[in-house]
């Protein structure tokens, strides 16, 4: 596992800088976010990515599964000058109500979607939570990618370094991934994120089913996160490699925002 996985604050810091430096004036470019927008991020974590929504004054949400994440966002937050204007949620986002937040301008899906089973049914729930002309903005790794499976969390240094491991076969990645170490808990979730497999093709089937239409998009040979933790320029994807279904095994990062039909 990568320090920076285990260090939390560390992660908050970084999602909050790739957001200031380049989500943000990606949005931009097709939906300029402003302070009276209302902002919500889904499988927030500790909210790192809402940091730089909240410091220009937007209202925000961040609502995730896990209570543990949500409880370190509120002390990372407890001293922040508009703490007044962010709220944390620790639910299940399809126990979360339209009534219970605010509508919304913006939703935020940053390496969050890979992980989520059932995304046709996902995003029809996550529509009703938008104002009319809200959008939504998403980040994921193709599951083809170099490290699509996450075994970069991996305790083993060996798998946590290992581009491609989780295309072998299911038998075969369960056994490496015993053979090496790991607990039965992270194998189990290892294993979710591979069922869930989204591919860029898969991804435009999802909107498409949902009525959602892609504003902009633009796909990364080196992903912009990666300037933050491994000191890398960001490039975006060479037309050379840009063609369907090859452009999965290269394509460390998708950016998209999308708004309904």
């Known amino acids: 596992m990568q320090e920076r996985h285990s260090n939390r604050e560390r992660y908050f810091n970084e999602q909050s800088l790739t957001t200031e430096k380049y989500v943000i004036p990606y949005i931009n470019t097709v939906f300029p976010v402003n302070p009276a927008m209302t902002v919500a991020e889904i499988g927030c974590g500790e909210a790192g990515n809402l940091k730089p929504f909240l410091d220009m004054g937007c209202k925000v949400f961040g609502i995730d599964i896990a209570p543990n994440k949500i409880e370190n966002a509120r002390q990372f937050y407890k001293d922040h000058?508009?703490?007044e204007n962010i709220n944390l949620i620790a639910a299940d986002i399809y126990k979360v109500q339209p009534e219970d937040i605010d509508k919304l301008d913006l939703v935020i899906m940053r390496d969050t979607i890979e992980h989520i089973p059932n995304q046709e049914v996902f995003l029809a729930?996550?529509?009703?939570?938008?104002?009319?002309g809200g959008k939504i903005f998403f980040a994921f790794p193709p599951w083809r990618m170099p490290f699509g499976g996450h075994q970069q969390v991996c305790e083993s240094k060996v798998l946590a370094n290992m581009p491609y491991l989780?295309?072998?076969?299911?038998?075969?990645?369960?056994?490496?991934?015993?053979?090496?170490?790991?607990?039965?808990?992270?194998?189990?979730?290892?294993?979710e994120i591979r069922d869930t497999q989204i591919s860029i093709k898969r991804f435009h089937s999802v909107l498409k089913n949902n009525n959602l239409s892609i504003?902009?998009?633009?796909?990364?040979?080196?992903?912009?996160?990666?300037e933050i933790k491994f000191k890398l320029k960001v490039r975006k994807l060479p037309a050379l490699l840009n063609i369907p279904y090859f452009r999965d095994f290269f394509t460390t990062t998708c950016y998209c925002v999308v708004g309904l039909e």
């Open 125 to 132: 729930n996550l529509k009703k939570f938008l104002k009319p």
């Open 215 to 226: 504003i902009r998009q633009d796909y990364y040979l080196i992903n912009p996160n990666y």
């Open 166 to 191: 989780h295309l072998l076969p299911r038998p075969l990645y369960i056994s490496a991934l015993k053979m090496l170490g790991e607990s039965e808990g992270k194998i189990t979730g290892l294993l």
């Open 81 to 83: 000058p508009l703490k």
